[in-house]
């Protein structure tokens, strides 16, 4: 079955950098892009950026551009998601999410990590 | 970028009522559209994808409907495990924005 199993919570002071890691199974990892979508405490989801697992490229938000990093191992079946100067308005959960559902041109989300809580603390 | 504006923010509902929540896109996305469901300290799980095909295992009282620029995600009857926030997304191109979100509860 699929899974996509994320790295543990973390905490980091303001203007720390942090790397999310999320280790996809049960499917061919590069065959699907990987996308990264945040939620802070009590607010909606966020979506960050993707990227396509087989050639690398990236797409993000326009707000995070500059701040994040998307990588990927495909000798490990592992996406990254890193985020620079930090700052208390990026506590959140982050998530990895994956788009398997079959059809043309549908990238909708069935598969997604259990989430990696970031707080950004003094 | 396209804005997604949902509708209502919240609301309250008996158990049994049909729920109409409303997702508006400020352009036209087609039929690129997905609705999911969040319950509190859950990941968000897919309902809809494509505006009107309902994921696998997803209950049959979750309908989609819409294109272009106006959709609707409807519970036909209301149950207590629906209560939860619901929120649109848009996939045709990127940023895949998601909609600010619709808290459904109990009256």
């Known amino acids: 079955q699929v899974q996509l199993v994320q790295s543990g919570a973390d905490v980091k002071k303001p203007g720390a950098s942090v790397m999310v890691s999320c280790k996809a199974s049960?499917?061919?990892?590069?065959?699907?892009?990987m996308h990264w979508v945040r939620q802070a405490p009590g607010q909606g989801l966020e979506w960050m950026g993707r990227?396509?697992?087989?050639?690398?490229?990236?797409d993000c938000a326009q707000k995070f551009q500059g701040r994040v990093t998307m990588t990927r191992d495909t000798s490990i079946n592992t996406a990254y998601m890193g985020l620079n100067t930090l700052t208390s308005d990026d506590t959140a959960i982050y998530h990895c999410?994956?788009?398997?559902?079959?059809?043309?041109?549908?990238?909708?989300?069935?598969?997604w990590g259990q989430g990696t809580l970031i707080t950004v603390s003094s | 970028d396209i804005q997604m504006i949902q509708s209502p923010s919240s609301l309250s509902a008996s158990a049994g009522d049909r729920v109409t929540i409303t997702c508006r896109a400020s352009?036209?996305?087609?039929?690129?559209l997905a609705w999911y469901q969040q319950k509190p300290g859950k990941v968000p799980e897919l309902l809809i994808y494509?505006?009107?095909t309902l994921q696998s295992g997803v209950p049959s009282r979750f309908s989609g409907r819409g294109s272009g620029t106006d959709f609707t995600l409807t519970i036909s009857s209301l149950q207590p495990e629906d209560i939860a926030t619901y929120y649109c997304?848009?996939?045709?191109?990127?940023?895949?924005?998601f909609g600010p979100g619709t808290k459904v509860d109990f009256k």
């Open positions: 997304q848009k996939y045709d191109s990127v940023p895949f924005t």
């Open positions: 352009h036209d996305i087609s039929n690129h």
């Open positions: 494509a505006a009107s």
């Open positions: 049960g499917y061919t990892f590069t065959s699907y892009y």
């Open positions: 990227i396509d697992t087989h050639s690398g490229g990236t």
């Open positions: 999410a994956a788009s398997l559902v079959p059809g043309v041109g549908v990238r909708s989300f069935d598969h």
